[in-house]
């Protein structure tokens, strides 16, 4: 099902059925159980934790992407349906199934992920619906969908941009790979790119945040902001340099961080704040997520979001 309708922020990019674990004690060995407080079955993928962290936020949000035609496809659209996102963009796929994340947390240790592709891998440059639109579109996934390919995404993108809409790209690495050959097309229309520094360093070669803010600059990208986990971020724009720390959080569970930081940053973009308030926006956002097991489970709300601010400051340095 489809419509005319448009959204202020369209979310196009990889969903995913996410099966997490609460911590568990260790790792188990060869044919050991391991007891879990909880095991939930909930959404994620870029496109889905964007759009339904931007809508937590009163942001109005669509997303699109690809499922399968397996018992996850429905349940993975109730979830989104039920978040309050728009989800008439989500594309069944015959005969494959929905893309699905085992996440296993253990306590002290970061999280340990097995995948399946699915129907990610079927995504097109020509599913994104940009005429739905208003004033962003976000794509996230970018490198782990093999079927997305570089210059028509870059088509899309630009047309995005003539159409007086902000572009917003994040990636997935899943590991060494010729990455750079696909950014070429793609990061001259892209006003915000946003990976996390582990992602930046496959891409780039480069071990420095700063060294690669610069190399997707000379790219072509207008923005880049790199996240670091615990030692905060890095923005580098054509008249901003800006790094941060971290805002003070009880850890549970980091799955979805990035996203939550993404949505985040795009509420401020949606409310035409400065680079120094996206920055903040998007920090305290991704903080919120990693409270709660489940990539959207602990973020906030609009209220939320503002009664923490009124309560916590952000060490920001400008360069």
Known sequence: MTSSTTHDVVCAGILVADHVSTPIEHMPTSGELILADRLALTMGGCAA?????????????????RV??????????????????AATELKATPGIDTSQTLIVNVKGEDRRFIHTFGANSRYVASDIPLSRAGKILYLGGYLLMEALDPEETGQVLSQAQQRGLQTV???????????????????????????????????????SPLDQAKAFRDLGAKTVVITMGDRGTLLLGEKDHLESNTFPIDY?????GGDAFAAGFILGLVGGKS??????LGSAVGASCVRAIGTTTGVFTARELHAYLAKHRLTIKQH
Do not use: R, W
């Open 68 to 85: 399968g035609d397996d018992l996850f496809a429905g349940v993975l659209a109730q979830m989104i349906k039920s978040a309050g996102v």
């Open 169 to 207: 790209l994040d990636v997935v690495t899943p590991g060494p790979a010729a990455y750079l050959e696909k950014l070429i097309p793609v990061l001259p229309y892209t006003d915000v790119f946003m990976p996390n520094d582990h992602e930046a360093g496959l891409i780039t070669g480069l071990s």
């Open 252 to 256: 549970v569970d980091g799955s979805g």
């Open 275 to 280: 680079a120094t308030e996206c920055l903040i």
């Open 49 to 65: 934790n964007v759009a339904v962290n931007l809508t937590k936020l009163g942001v109005d949000a669509l997303v699109s992407g």
